[in-house]
């Protein structure tokens, strides 16, 4: 049969039950608050000792008060199911949405969600949604033109860039030098990109450099990344573009170095115009 009226806004109706205290050994009160305002005796259920009472011989209301005949004591188990006001609610029982009753995209992660947010396919996740892309920055090298040379590092001053509109967003990464270390503020996914700018006023036959990495603080360092120019002459302007992806997992530790790899000396373009020697640091995600 097909509903008449106004379709209810509720989905769920529970009937309210409130406990009640009696006295100790004495008359003296009998009259007792209700916490829901009912029309006649007949709308509640009055039970002592789990015994129903009958309405208006056991028991009489007048709106929130409750005025019982007998004696109640605090030692009996006193309260009230509440008929004629039942309690409607839109909230489901505990433990009764399953998966399928939530629709796709319904959960708000960004304001609904607190804790650690955990990975589908297993794995730690993270406390929020911020460690996404959670630091950018960009550095230059030095002020100016360094002349340099083979199996040196990269070491002179480098200087966080925010003009012409560079993206930065909160920061962390730790030059330590002198020897041309960087420190991550967090574990996670990590990608690093080098553009290296130089030139050499006399022609060599490959210049080149490398993104080495440490695991023991700096005492030891592989290389995993590299770039070279081949047959370059005199005074020749070049660019090598080095990205690379680090899962850092010890902050304490884990180190990077770039690293000149030269058949000759060089100069190495500093300073912080578009065509000088940059290093770019962004956390793609935590830890895999």
């Excluded at 090298?141 to 002179?156: F, K, M, Q, R």
Aim: hydrophobic share 35%.
């Amino acid at each position: 049969m097909p509903f008449i009226g106004n379709t209810p806004d509720v989905n769920f109706t529970s009937f309210a039950k409130q406990d009640l205290t009696g006295v100790t050994g004495s008359p003296a009160k009998r009259g007792y608050t209700l916490t829901h305002a009912v029309a006649n005796a007949n709308e509640i259920e009055v039970f002592v000792n789990n015994v129903r009472q009958e309405p208006t011989e056991a028991y009489t209301v007048n709106g929130t008060g409750l005025t019982m005949t007998g004696d109640v004591e605090t030692t009996d188990d006193f309260y009230i199911l509440y008929l004629g006001k039942a309690i409607q609610t839109t909230v489901p029982p505990d433990g009764s949405v399953s998966t399928a009753k939530i629709a796709n995209s319904a959960v708000d992660l960004t304001s609904k969600v607190t804790g650690v947010l955990p990975v589908a396919n297993g794995g730690t996740g993270s406390s929020s949604a911020s460690e996404i892309n959670s630091v950018i920055e960009t550095f230059y090298y030095g002020t100016g033109d360094h002349a340099e040379n083979n199996n040196h590092n990269l070491d002179i001053s480098w200087t966080r860039k925010t003009t012409n509109s560079t993206a930065n967003k909160n920061g962390g990464m730790l030059y330590v030098g002198p020897n041309g270390e960087w420190k991550f503020p967090s574990t996670g996914i990590w990608n690093v990109t080098l553009t290296f700018c130089f030139y050499d006023t006399q022609a060599a036959n490959s210049s080149g450099v490398l993104i080495m990495h440490s695991s023991d603080g700096g005492s030891t360092l592989v290389a995993v990344h590299g770039g070279y120019q081949n047959s370059r002459a005199g005074n020749a302007h070049s660019t090598i573009t080095l990205p690379y992806t680090f899962n850092i997992t010890d902050v304490a530790n884990e180190r990077i170095v770039f690293r000149i790899s030269s058949g000759g000396n060089l100069n190495v373009r500093g300073g912080s115009s578009w065509n000088t020697t940059k290093a770019q640091f962004i956390k793609l995600c935590p830890s895999v």
